[in-house]
């Protein structure tokens, strides 16, 4: 696999549109490291898996060769805009469709005006590449998929991009521990809800720090459960098949909480 580089990173635009604020400058600064991480490795397309576009029937691949458009978050609307604008490897997508669907895996390509892109992919394309001079095969996070089905559809992406020659980066994007404050705060005093989802996160990107990958797969499903973490952790599925499991140590840029909910910025050591 012509693997380049592999990343972890929050889809919460709230340290993008507001790295003012002090807890989430950390985060902020985490995200620049990572995008000179990637400016460095040089590759020629970036597979990005985000947690926030929700497929339910099959899965989904992007297929528009451009998207442009200005997004509103759902949530965050009162923060600011997010325009965007990617470039789709195409021949790469249509690649990842065909060999999914041989292995049973029903897919298929989404190729129309003003699709509702979602923030996760618009917040970690933009913050990984501010220039905009990547391209991306963007797939769909399937609600009825697992992790592994998640961490298969991963390997086959990969496969596809070292078939042609590719050079590629897996980005995973989603949250840590998943409790958010219900009601309204002091953005200046965000914190981690609680202490236990604290220790949890601290304890599992302390595995991924120390590559012990054994570990985190025993002890994922009850973090997961524990924490109530982000879709099922599937997006850290979508590293482990990208990257064959074959990263051996990670970086931890940045943690810190998003609304309560735990994020961090993971660069893995491939």
Known sequence: MTLAAAFLVPGSPLPYLRKDNPPWLGLAAGYEKAARALAAARPDVVLLYSTQWMAVLDQLWQER??????????NWYEFGELPFDLS?????A??????????????????????PIDTGTIVASKSLDPEGTRRFVLAANNLYHDFETTRRIATIA?????TQGKRFAAVGVGGLSGTIFREEIDIADDRIASDEDDRWNRRMLSLLEKGETQEVDRQCAEYVQAAKVDMGFKHLAWI???????????????????Y?????VVEFKV
């Open 65 to 74: 060769p451009r998207l442009q458009g200005l997004h509103v978050d759902e």
């Open 88 to 92: 789709i490897d195409t021949e790469l």
């Open 94 to 115: 249509q690649a990842c469709i065909e060999n999914a669907n041989a292995l049973g895996l029903h897919s298929k390509g989404v190729d129309y005006d003003a699709f």
């Open 158 to 162: 990969g496969e596809a991009a070292s």
């Open 240 to 258: 482990q098949g990208a990257t064959g499991g074959r990263y051996y140590g990670a970086r931890i840029h940045a943690y810190g909480p998003t």
């Open 260 to 264: 309560g909910a735990g994020a961090a």
